[in-house]
């Protein structure tokens, strides 16, 4: 029998928790969270538009990925 999970969000709540992970669940958490998306993207687009070999590509790209995902989960959490 599968169980189906509901996502509860406190009142004021601009993130709920899923899975390891938080999503958003207000306007105030997609305007945060679309941004943070397009800067993921625009790393890896910048990082990977040369002809870097694949390990000094990753040098440079571990710490943008790493502190926006700090930046994000911590903003996540104080929000949720």
Known sequence: MKHKHH???K??????PLRGS???VSWQ???????F???IILVFL???QDSRPITSQ???LVP???SGLIVMTWVAKQKS
């Open 29 to 35: 958490g997609w305007f945060l969270y679309v941004p």
């Open 7 to 9: 996502l509860k969000a």
């Open 64 to 66: 943008y990925l790493v």
């Open 58 to 60: 990753l040098v440079i």
């Open 22 to 24: 938080y999503i958003p």
């Open 11 to 16: 009142k004021g709540a601009w993130f709920v």
């Open 37 to 39: 998306l397009l800067y």
């Open 46 to 48: 910048l990082v990977f």
